[in-house]
């Protein structure tokens, strides 16, 4: 007898990680500077904070995601993940952000921002020139937008547990809803900024 096979998605902000390359390749070359300028050995202790915003720009900007699997929907923001079943979830929003309200709390989800004035005008004369209606309740629910796309990956899946019966009504207040500090995200953070300000210290 076939049986489901798991499903899980993951949306990343493109945005948040192309920021990230680009400020890893800047600080790259300011990197290969310091240690071609004359100097003693004491010149590559200006490398340190050089590694620690590196560091920074990964955790902060590339690690952030959201995954919806068939269980629950797992939102890593910079310094918590959270871990929401569907069962807990109660409304969709994208507001300002793509916002997962469960009951008692909201969880905003860092990689799904809601899109700025000037990119939700420009992304409804898109839809006028290509003849499509645009009837998305408000701009963050937008496709091509990050709060937009992602908002569809949720409600899509949600309406397909619905609709198979795997979510199950009235429940949503007795359902754990489990939010977890990113340990290892806030040892770079303090870490960096310690080492880093001993460094300047020493330079």
Not at 143 to 167: I, K, M, N, Y
Request: charged share 15%.
């Amino acid at each position: 007898m076939p049986t489901d096979t798991p499903r899980s998605s993951v949306f990343v902000s493109r945005f948040n990680r192309g920021m990230s390359v680009a400020i890893c390749a800047v600080l790259l070359v300011f990197a290969i500077s310091t240690v071609w300028l004359p100097g003693g050995p004491e010149r590559f202790v200006g490398l340190v904070p050089l590694a620690a915003l590196a560091a920074l720009s990964y955790v902060g900007l590339w690690l952030p995601y959201l995954r919806v699997g068939d269980d629950s929907i797992t939102v890593r923001n910079v310094l918590r993940t959270v871990t929401i079943p569907w069962n807990a979830l109660v409304h969709v929003d994208t507001k300002y952000n793509l916002t997962l309200h469960v009951p008692g709390r909201t969880v905003n989800v860092f990689v799904a921002p809601a899109p700025g004035t000037v990119t939700a005008a420009r992304l409804a004369r898109r839809s006028k020139r290509e003849g499509r209606s645009l009837d998305a309740p408000r701009p963050g629910d937008l496709s091509g937008t990050d709060s937009g796309d992602a908002a569809a990956l949720v409600r899509t899946r949600w309406a397909e547990l619905q609709h198979s019966e795997r979510v199950a009504a009235g429940v949503a207040d007795t359902t754990p809803v489990i939010s977890q500090w990113n340990t290892g995200t806030l040892a770079v953070i303090v870490g960096g900024v310690v080492l880093s300000a001993a460094a300047l210290l020493l330079w």
